[in-house]
Nanobody
C-alpha cells in the first residue's frame, strides 16, 4: 500500500516536497516512480528512481527543478519540487514497479499506486 502526502498550495517559484510511504517489507524490491495528472489532461511521467537509488530519470519538463529520492529504511520515496510553475499544478501519484516489460516512463508497468496528492501552484 502506498500513501502519498505533502501536497498543497505554493506560489510560482516556490518549493514543495511530496512523500510516499509504503507498507510492507519489500520496498527496496521496487522501482519507484512519480506521475502527475493535470485537470483535463492524461497522466504523465515525472520521475523514477531505481531500487537502491543509484539511477534517476526525469521528464524534460521537470529536469533541473525536481529531485526524486528514497529512503529504504523508512520505506519512503520523496519528490522535492523547486522553482515551481503554474503548469506543475496536478495530482501527483507515486507508483511501484517490481520490474517488467515496460519502459520506466510507461504507467502500465507500475503495479501499485498511491491515492494521489494535489499540488497547486499559483502565479
Amino acid at each position: 500500500q502506498l500513501q502519498a502526502s505533502g501536497g498543497g498550495l505554493a506560489q510560482a517559484g516556490g518549493s514543495l516536497r511530496v512523500s510516499c510511504a509504503a507498507s510492507g517489507r519489500t520496498f527496496s524490491s521496487y522501482v519507484m516512480g512519480w506521475f502527475r495528472q493535470a485537470p483535463g489532461k492524461e497522466r504523465e511521467f515525472v520521475a523514477v528512481i531505481t531500487k537502491m537509488g543509484g539511477v534517476r530519470y526525469y521528464a524534460d519538463s521537470v529536469k533541473g527543478r525536481f529531485t526524486i529520492s528514497r529512503d529504504n529504511i523508512k520505506n519512503t520515496v520523496y519528490l522535492q519540487m523547486n522553482s515551481l510553475k503554474p503548469e506543475d499544478t496536478a495530482v501527483y501519484y507515486c507508483a511501484a514497479d517490481s520490474g517488467g516489460s515496460y519502459s520506466y516512463n510507461d504507467d502500465r508497468g507500475y503495479e501499485y499506486w498511491g491515492q494521489g496528492t494535489l499540488v497547486t501552484v499559483s502565479s
